[in-house]
């Protein structure tokens, strides 16, 4: 039986009622009480009024459990997505960075700590904010929406671990949820019943294979009647939502192989065991056999590879090949990121010589060392490839030397399907543009047609849990 993980986090956002203050600190001393480590995201402007009203004891409540990081400012215009759907991908990431990072520094200075989680503000999730948060040194990103999920648990992309979408279908196919909301329901009747149901059903689903089970709430909830208002709630329902979540709380600690985590200890619960190691010529054929079936991310045992660390790892073994006469006996995985442009596809396959593709192969490899991303198309025989295709034609050349055997005197390069863009979730997208925080008539279709694009760096997060 595997260990079940709630991941309770906190978005801290409302500025218009002190009570939303006292909510905040109130959940975080209710937690601390039973020895669980929340998850508390702070906007920037939230960071700042606590300053201004001299919330010290809030804030001191707070520091008792991870600080993430939720934007500058929650429901300002232009929103995130507004703001960035315009964009191409480098203006994108360096505007992201211009708006967002004056509130990371707020954070950053009210709590003391470099926030260990971001996640956006509703619906506005974007796929140029992973660059920053490499940047920014912010290893998760614990959200409850985003256009992009694999297997309803934990997942690897751009080089952070995502909770971003914990929803759909597990790899073997089975409709799952494990993502739970705690908001303006609690301390209404017979919401704890319903919370405990949902509970049960996913500690159900992951008793066998363990997992995290996402729980959110927004501080405000409790205080407030509705969204952005300031009607306040009658006491005694808030103090009855207390009740409620210390009661949910109390019940799901007492459930067999149910534990709690936190932003902080996500990564150790799911570490990135592909960057960094070595891949023995036994394990560069089993990748590139894999991506005969579809360019995507490989899972290898206790560890899994996504299409763009493919992308890098067989590159560089037929470069070394090239440079040395023979393939090495083990090529070291570096983190590559995705490509930034969509390339023209081919529509029917074509051959090139081998030394112009051998030529081209060089080129790439050197392009990753200086780069560390897929290009976003290759140059060969005078013509321009997209990386899908190159990395197919890469892969069986690689298998051929792998198998004894020398490369052909011509190579093929034919049309690829970009499996990884399996993971990319169209109807969230069209979702987060209707969404009541967006301007009516919204349209972002540049934010996914880069969320497929970064799907080259998507790959399942593997529990490791050593309890």
């Known amino acids: 039986m595997g260990n079940v993980y709630m991941l309770f986090w906190f978005d801290v956002e409302d500025c218009t009622v002190p009570q939303s203050d006292d909510a905040a600190g109130r959940l975080a001393s209710i937690l601390t009480r039973h020895g669980v480590r929340g998850t508390f995201k702070v906007v920037g402007q939230k960071a700042r009024v606590l300053e201004q009203r001299v919330r010290y004891k809030v804030i001191d409540a707070l520091q008792e459990h991870d600080i993430g990081f939720h934007a500058n400012w929650h429901g300002l215009r232009p929103q995130i997505a507004e703001y960035l759907a315009p964009l191409d991908w480098e203006d994108g990431v360096a505007e992201f960075e211009r708006r967002e990072e004056p509130g990371l520094l ?26 920053a948060l490499r940047k920014w040194g912010i290893p998760t990103y614990v959200s409850g929406f985003g256009y992009i999920g694999v297997d309803c648990q934990p997942f690897w992309l751009g080089g952070v671990l995502c909770t971003s979408h914990m929803s759909g279908k597990r790899l073997a196919g089975q409709p799952q949820r494990h ?38 709430n927004h501080p405000c909830t409790l205080v407030l009647e509705e969204w952005w208002s300031t009607y306040v709630k009658p006491r005694e329902l808030t103090e009855a939502g207390y009740r409620h979540f210390e009661e949910f709380v109390e019940w799901a600690l007492g459930m067999k192989g149910v534990r709690t985590t936190c932003a902080s200890e996500l990564v150790a619960l799911y570490p990135d065991l592909a960057v960094g190691r070595c891949f023995s010529q036994d394990d560069l054929a089993t990748i590139a056999g894999e991506l005969g079936g579809g360019i995507s991310f490989i899972r290898l045992g206790t560890l899994s590879v996504s299409a763009a660390e493919a992308f890098g790892l067989l590159v560089n073994s037929l470069n070394a090949c090239l440079t040395t006469g023979k393939l090495p006996e083990g090529v070291s995985c570096t983190a590559v990121y995705n490509p930034t442009e969509r390339a023209t596809p081919l529509m029917d396959k074509r051959t090139v010589p081998w030394d112009e ?89 540049r934010l996914l047609e880069f969320a497929k694009l970064l799907a080259w760096t998507v790959k399942p997060a593997i529990l490791r849990d050593g309890s």
């Not at 993502?179 to 019943?193: A, K």
Request: net charge negative.
């Open 179 to 216: 993502h739970m909301g705690m908001n303006f329901e609690l301390g209404s009747p017979g919401e704890l019943t319903k919370h405990k149901e949902t509970f049960s059903r996913s500690l159900e689903q992951l008793s066998t294979s363990g997992g995290v089970v996402s729980i959110i």
């Open 106 to 131: 707020d954070v950053r200075r009210l709590f003391g700590v470099n926030p260990v989680t971001y996640g956006q503000p509703g619906s506005n999730w974007a796929p140029h904010v992973f660059p």
């Open 357 to 445: 593709f051998a030529t081209a192969t060089r080129d790439v490899a050197a392009a990753i060392a200086r780069n560390n991303s897929v290009p976003n198309h290759i140059p060969v025989a005078g013509a321009s490839v997209s990386p899908a295709e190159y990395l197919g034609a890469v892969a069986r050349t690689v298998q051929r030397l792998i198998g004894g055997n020398g490369p052909e005197s011509d190579i093929t390069i034919q049309p690829e399907e970009c499996r990884f863009e399996d993971y990319v979730d169209d109807s969230a997208a069209a979702q987060s543009c209707k969404s009541g925080m967006m301007l009516e008539g919204f349209t972002a279709p």
